[in-house]
């Protein structure tokens, strides 16, 4: 079963915009944050959430999409996300070992997958102007933004080719391929 939900949850990144995300959905889904590792427990992050169409769209001005696809300028009207989980870090309370929100997002977009929703992690944001349109205070970085919906593309997990090449592309139909590198290359020792 956890592998199903791990296959299950692919990078989207196109969305059927009009199926609505709700807040308690969102704080559902921080709460699976809430509850994951965190280094020493300092637990440092904190979190803004986004459902509504003015604010998501603030959120999307800032975000860069799929760096490989070099034509495609990310999600058009209609195709956008519903909502976003903004993760940023109380710099008082950061710790030197910088993993807690990677391990908070993965919590979040399994949730999301187990929900029937997708979305894409997103490190690609122009921070300073998220931060203004957000009004988040200085006392927070920006870390990370997850983009939700529920998914409008077919994503399929590929072997890398000898070449090596692990650039995700997209054929005719629109499909999404992500070349994903094989186990036995993986485990070293
Ligand atoms: C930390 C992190 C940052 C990412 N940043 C971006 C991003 O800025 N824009 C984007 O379109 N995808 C981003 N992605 C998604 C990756 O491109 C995606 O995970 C990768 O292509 C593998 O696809 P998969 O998630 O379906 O396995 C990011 C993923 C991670 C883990």
Redesign the pocket.
């Known amino acids: 079963m956890m592998k199903d939900l791990v296959l299950k949850?692919?990078?989207y990144?196109r969305f059927h915009q009009h199926v609505l995300i709700d807040l308690e959905t969102l704080r559902d889904l921080v709460d699976l944050a809430r509850l994951s590792a965190s280094a020493t427990n300092a637990q440092p992050l904190r979190y803004v959430l986004s459902c509504d169409p003015e604010r998501n769209a603030l959120v999307y001005s800032t975000?860069?999409?799929?760096?490989y696809l070099k034509d495609w300028p990310g999600p058009g009207d209609g195709e956008r996300p519903s909502a976003y989980i903004v993760i940023l870090e109380d710099t008082r309370l950061s710790h030197p070992v910088h993993i807690d929100h990677?391990i908070a997002?993965q919590s979040i977009m399994l949730g999301a997958a187990e929900r029937g929703l997708g979305g894409?992690?997103?490190?690609?944001?122009d921070k300073p102007r998220l931060r203004g349109a957000l009004q988040i205070p200085d006392q927070y970085e920006v870390l990370?933004v997850l983009a939700l919906g529920k998914p409008r593309e077919t994503?399929v997990?590929e072997e890398v080719d000898a070449d090596g090449d692990i650039r995700?592309w997209r054929d005719a139909e629109g499909v999404h391929h992500?070349p994903?590198r094989r186990l036995d290359d993986i485990i070293v020792g």
């Open positions: 949850n692919r990078s990144r975000l860069g999409w799929a760096g990677g997002a894409c992690m997103i490190a690609t944001i990370l994503v997990i995700y992500v994903k």
